[in-house]
């Protein structure tokens, strides 16, 4: 149980594009998802933290603007970077928790490229 | 603010031997989570193993244990008979409890390698 899955695995796309990550809990709603950056060898970065029905509270310094997340169902969130640029260029990893559990279940990450 | 220290950035242990990982954290919280996440280099963050706070026992899973030491603010990881599979990216992380928003705060992480 306790399943996560994140959809593109991969994605390279052009500078000034969007781009759009997914995020499933695939056999529990998930009430919290969660979205975090990471840099090579270094820990996870959160950036957001979202409630289904709920705008996302964004950790300082995350433009909101720039990575807009939807949590729009209990077992749904996505993540879409706006007019990306080879900065953006990261990995992308997603949580998922569900209602009354203190536990956070992760997708397997997004690699994101921006030519 | 909570904290989560690794202090060891880099661990080696030879197979099918024994190797315990550190992790202190500083909160002022009396309820809150104690978690060991792995991230083999498929970069997917695996669960390992969860300790609340309130329970004094050490929580295990098969191979792997925690030395929960509450007063001392001190949660390590033992892993006995490693296997080549356990090389990867130790993360320790802490949750507060009884919040509906909880974030967790991860440590730097500690990069095990295990020798054949």
């Known amino acids: 149980g306790a399943v996560v899955s994140q959809h593109p695995s991969w994605v390279i796309c052009k500078s000034g594009t969007s781009v759009k990550i997914e995020c499933r809990s695939l056999d529990f709603q998930a009430t919290t998802m969660f979205w975090y950056r990471q840099f090579p060898k270094q820990s996870l970065m959160l950036m957001a933290t979202?409630?289904?029905?709920?705008?996302?509270?964004?950790e300082q310094g995350v433009e909101k603007d720039k990575f807009l997340i939807n949590h729009a169902s209990l077992t749904l969130s996505t993540l879409t970077v706006t007019s990306a640029h080879p900065e953006d260029s990261s990995f992308y990893i997603c949580s998922a928790r569900g209602a009354g559990g203190e536990t956070q279940y992760f997708g397997p990450g997004t690699r994101l490229l921006v030519l | 603010a909570q904290t989560v220290t690794q202090s060891q950035p880099e661990m080696s242990v030879q197979e099918a031997e024994t190797v315990t990982l550190s992790c202190t954290y500083d909160?002022?919280?009396?309820?809150?989570?104690l978690f060991w996440y792995k991230q083999p280099p498929s970069r997917q963050m695996i669960l390992v193993i969860r300790q609340e706070a309130y329970k004094q026992q050490n929580a295990t899973e098969n191979r792997f244990s925690v030395n929960f030491q509450k007063a001392a603010k001190s949660f390590s990881l033992k892993i006995s008979d490693s296997q080549l599979g356990d090389a990867a990216m130790y993360f320790c992380a802490y949750a507060p409890g009884g919040g509906a928003t909880n974030k967790l705060i991860f440590g730097t992480g500690t990069l095990l390698a295990v020798q054949p």
């Open positions: 979202s409630n289904e029905g709920s705008k996302a509270t964004y």
């Open positions: 909160t002022s919280e009396s309820d809150y989570y």
